[in-house]
């Protein structure tokens, strides 16, 4: 039996992924995060931060809206 490497995209990102995912330093994206310009919020797990890939994905298809905005046009979606 070999070992295989399986390689999966994680559908949560670690703070570092997410902002490599947006072009950003992770200290910049922890800034932006804070002040509610990245819409989507993170999710804890335990003292784990993690952000949701398929959201970023989303928010980013959207054009980048303040999270303000954001959170208005996903609870439209959502109904």
Do not use: Y
């Not at 070999?2 to 994680?10: E, G, K, L, S, V």
């Not at 670690?14 to 072009?23: D, F, K, P, V």
């Not at 931060?49 to 298809?61: F, G, M, N, T």
Request: proline share 9%; aromatic share 6%; charged share 25%.
């Amino acid at each position: 039996m070999t070992d295989t490497a399986i390689d999966i995209a994680p559908e949560l990102l670690t703070t570092a992924q997410a902002a490599a995912l947006l072009g950003l330093a992770p200290r910049t994206f922890q800034q932006q995060a804070a002040s509610g310009r990245i819409g989507p919020m993170p999710v804890r797990l335990g003292r784990a931060v993690r952000w949701p890939r398929r959201e970023l994905c989303d928010w980013i298809d959207a054009g980048c809206p303040p999270r303000e905005r954001w959170v208005q046009q996903r609870e439209r979606v959502m109904k």
